[in-house]
């Protein structure tokens, strides 16, 4: 696997957040952003966060993992590994 370091994207004093998985904290890049789509012709509307870290730096997880961000938990719906070290959670609220 391609080994990158990625801290220049996690630094908290720049992009970075603060985020934790069980008894670990990890550093990473929180996005929330507001979505809009249609299902069945009917608009719907929401939030969509993920997280993004170094994989390395993770825990041990799985679906419905717990994640704390800013104060707020969110659950772990689904992962997106990109190949170089670096995965996406996709995240929803409880």
């Known amino acids: 696997m391609f080994e990158e370091d990625f801290s220049v994207f996690t630094n908290t ?7 934790t998985i069980g008894a670990t904290t990890i ?13 069945n012709g009917i608009p719907v509307a ?19 993992t717990d994640i704390t961000i800013n104060s707020t938990v969110y659950k772990v719906r689904n992962w997106q590994p990109d190949g170089t070290g670096w995965i996406t959670l996709i995240l929803e609220k409880p």
Request: charged letters at 25%.
């Open 13 to 19: 004093d720049d992009f970075g957040v603060v985020a």
């Open 27 to 39: 550093s990473g890049v929180f996005d929330n952003e507001y979505i809009e789509t249609e299902f």
């Open 46 to 64: 929401g939030e969509h966060p993920v997280f993004g870290c170094a994989e390395s730096e993770l825990p041990a997880y799985t679906y419905g």
